[in-house]
C-alpha cells in the first residue's frame, strides 16, 4: 500500500525551518577550504548552484522526515517488500519500516556509519546472491536499486526507489547528509 499523504514531495512547505543542529544557527564555525583556492570555481559562479543543491536536499530531507515510500530488498531471504524510509529530525539516522500494519522497523541506518551509497552498478561487488535474485525477478529493479554500504562490515542496505530518478536522488541527498551527519553529527555526539 502506498502512503498518497507522504509521497507528495511536490507539495512541501517552503516556509518550514531549516535543520539546524542542537546548537543552533549562531553557533556555526568557518572551516578554511581544504583545497588551493586557486584550483575552486570562482565562488561567485558557484553560488546558485550550492543554494539549489541546498534546496534540494532540504526538501529531500523534510520528505524523508515525514516518510517515503520505497522497497527493500532482504539480504538474507530475497525477499522484497514495500516499505518507508524515515529520516530523524537530527538528520543522522535513516529508519526503513515495514509498511505492513505494525510498520516494524527493519533496519536503522545510522549516516555517520555509511561508507557509501551507491547504484547497482556500481556496487555490483557487494550484490548477494539473494538480491541479485529478487532483482531478476522484477522487470526494472536494477536502475532502482540504491545500496548503502557501511564501515563496519554491518550488510549492506538494499533500497529500491520508484524509479531511477527517485533513485538518483536517493544516492545524492544521502551522500550529502552523510557529509553533513559527519561535520556536524560528530560535535554534537550520539
Not at 21 to 42: F, H, I, K, S, W
Not at 81 to 108: G, M, N, W
Not at 109 to 131: G, R
Not at 178 to 183: D, I, M, P
Amino acid at each position: 500500500m502506498k502512503f498518497p499523504e507522504c509521497c507528495a514531495c511536490d507539495r512541501v512547505d517552503k516556509g518550514e525551518e531549516s535543520f539546524v543542529g542542537q546548537g543552533g544557527a549562531g553557533n556555526r564555525q568557518n572551516y578554511e577550504p581544504a583545497a588551493d583556492p586557486t584550483l575552486l570555481r570562482n565562488s561567485a559562479d558557484s553560488q546558485p548552484e550550492k543554494a539549489r543543491l541546498q534546496e534540494f536536499v532540504k526538501d529531500f530531507a523534510k520528505c524523508a522526515i515525514r516518510g517515503s515510500f520505497c522497497e527493500v530488498v532482504d539480504p538474507k531471504s530475497g525477499d522484497v517488500f514495500a516499505a518507508s524510509y524515515f529520516l530523524d529530525t537530527d538528520l543522522r539516522r535513516l529508519c526503513l519500516r515495514h509498511a505492513a500494519p505494525l510498520e516494524k522497523t527493519f533496519a536503522e541506518l545510522e549516516l555517520l556509519q555509511v561508507k557509501d551509497i551507491q547504484d547497482a552498478d556500481a556496487a555490483k561487488a557487494l550484490l548477494p546472491e539473494s538480491v541479485l535474485k529478487a532483482l531478476s525477478r522484477g522487470e526494472g529493479s536494477r536502475e532502482k536499486l540504491a545500496v548503502v554500504s557501511f564501515l563496519d562490515s554491518s550488510p549492506s542496505a538494499f533500497v529500491l526507489e520508484g524509479s531511477a530518478v527517485d533513485r538518483d536522488r536517493f544516492i545524492m541527498c544521502l551522500k550529502v547528509l552523510r557529509l553533513y551527519a559527519q561535520t556536524h553529527g560528530a560535535s554534537a555526539g550520539s
